[in-house]
């Protein structure tokens, strides 16, 4: 049985006109082949799934207005935590503050070291080159008012974030 997987997320065109516009783009596409050979011969399983999100200036379903985005990096054994209110800046010197979040991603730029995601809507392990991605709509809570990634290796590591929602 073999099997091939690619899966691509774009985060793509996201621009901002000072305190005006913030708009933006989520593209998944997930190509899968799946090939078995056995003595009654071949089968083979075909996927080709893609799915476009469009993000547009505002508040209301679908809109952004916040974005933040960062390369960090986490000590050995260490962790990072980034705090969905007032505690990150972006690109331009402002203070960030979500009160929704619409979407998530995570690289990790370390190609040896596995680094843990936890928050109060996912905990997940990011491979050496992998990353996580999560859209959707998830509101600043108790339970999620923060993440954590955590280096539980020797050595520093180091991972590219971007988060974009609402304030």
């Given at each position: 049985m073999k099997l091939k997987l690619f899966c691509l997320f774009v985060l793509c065109a996201l621009s901002c006109a000072l305190y005006a516009e913030l708009n933006g783009t989520i593209e998944y596409r997930i190509t899968s082949e799946l090939t078995s050979y056995?003595?009654?011969g071949s089968a083979i399983d075909r996927v080709n799934i893609s799915s476009i999100n469009r993000f547009i200036t505002g508040e209301t379903h679908g809109a952004i207005?916040?974005?933040?985005?960062?390369?960090?990096?986490?000590?050995?054994?260490?962790?990072?935590v980034l705090g969905m209110v007032g505690s990150l800046t972006n690109a331009i010197g402002e203070t960030v503050s979500f009160a929704t979040v619409k979407a998530v991603f995570v690289e990790?730029?370390?190609?040896?070291?596995?680094?843990?995601?936890s928050s109060g809507i996912a905990t997940?392990?990011?491979l050496p080159y992998g990353s996580f991605s999560l859209v959707g709509s998830y509101p600043i809570s108790t339970n999620?008012?923060?993440m954590t990634l955590t280096n539980s290796n020797s050595g520093s590591t180091t991972y590219r974030i971007w988060i974009v929602g609402t304030r």
């Open positions: 056995n003595t009654s207005d916040t974005v933040y985005r960062g390369e960090r990096t986490i000590a050995s054994s260490g962790s990072d990790n730029r370390n190609g040896t070291q596995t680094l843990t995601l997940t392990s990011i999620f008012d923060r």
